[in-house]
């Protein structure tokens, strides 16, 4: 996740109507473009190439639990809950309080 990217996506949590969702889904996008090549470039560089092939796969992995797990998670959370928590949820990071990141338990006792 880029740092830029998560005043973004508080934002995109704050927005009122379709123009400002719109607007800082555009913003939030842009941040986060370079992200995958990047990602790539830094692990092929990580890597011998004997293993190359191997991290590949697990980074396509990765990249692919995305695309079909979002729509998911975002669908239960817009349906039983409202579509800002679909951003909300992204913009807490770490409590405020210490260094453990939150999870489901400590989502509820950060705020």
Excluded at 16 to 27: H, M, S
Excluded at 68 to 84: A, C, D, K, R, V
Excluded at 99 to 104: C, H, I, K, M, S
Aim: some cysteine.
């Amino acid at each position: 996740m880029s740092a830029a990217s998560r005043p973004r996506r508080f934002f995109c949590a704050l927005a009122q109507n379709i123009e400002q969702i719109v607007a800082f889904r555009l913003l939030q996008g842009m941040c986060g473009a370079a992200l995958v090549p990047l990602s790539q470039s830094v692990m092929l560089d990580a890597y011998p190439i004997e293993q190359r092939g191997q991290a590949m796969g697990i980074w396509g992995v990765g990249i692919m639990l995305g695309p079909i797990m979002g729509p998911t998670i975002g669908g239960y959370l817009t349906e039983n809950y409202s579509w800002h928590w679909v951003f909300s949820g992204q913009s807490a990071g770490r409590r405020p309080h210490g260094d453990r990141p939150l999870d489901v338990h400590g989502r509820d006792q950060a705020q």
